[in-house]
């Protein structure tokens, strides 16, 4: 059986952080498939393109020896069981499928579209975000739609997006995710208040 995790990031931009939860799920999944998700519940973004691209420079920074982190854009979807369905047509056979969320979306999985039939159909992994406690309360409501859950032995490190874009923190960054955004000219006011830091230093 081959055990696939699945790995949506509304990541606006993609950070070290969700590079590192890339990095421990190749070391503990046969493939490791990701997308660039769009989000409802989230305000406007970048756009999907930039966001895609960013993504890829961040696998291609993890070099994986097992090479098992692909990036299959075609999955995304802003209705999740869309994914899983698309995936299973693709590896259904012989597969087991993890959906991986992060423990900030616990308190939104009970009403994403069609949640019970998502649950049956694959296992959820919950990676524990800083400053997002897993509330044991949330994970009954989500194990009474019929969720098989699991609680990821990791924690990522204290980076988000919403740092870099409110902050500027450009250690949220990997190197080849910032000279992209820098080429790009994008989030400028991001990269202002970090020229701004670095010159106060």
Request: charged share 20%.
């Amino acid at each position: 059986m081959t055990k696939i995790a699945l790995f949506g990031t509304s990541a606006d931009p993609p950070t070290a952080g969700h590079q590192s939860i890339l990095r421990w799920l190749s070391q503990r999944y046969d493939t490791v498939v990701v997308w660039t998700a769009s989000n409802p519940f989230k305000p406007r973004q970048t756009c999907e393109e930039h966001r895609v691209a960013m993504l890829r420079l961040l696998i291609i920074e993890i070099n994986s020896p097992q090479h098992n982190i692909l990036l299959e854009q075609e999955l995304s979807s802003t209705r999740t069981l869309e994914t899983l369905e698309k995936a299973k047509q693709r590896w259904g056979k012989n597969s087991e499928f993890t959906l991986v969320v992060g423990s900030d979306l616990l308190t939104q999985l009970p009403i994403w579209y069609k949640v019970q039939d998502l649950l049956q159909q694959a296992q959820l992994l919950v990676v524990q975000r800083p400053g997002y406690a897993i509330d044991k309360s949330r994970l009954e409501a989500v194990q009474k739609l019929g969720g098989n859950i699991t609680i990821a032995e990791f924690t990522g490190p204290d980076i988000s997006s919403t740092g870099y874009r409110e902050n500027g923190d450009i250690n949220a960054l990997t190197p080849l995710v910032a000279d992209y955004i820098q080429q790009q000219h994008l989030y400028q006011k991001c990269q202002d208040e970090t020229i701004k830091r670095l010159q106060l230093r």
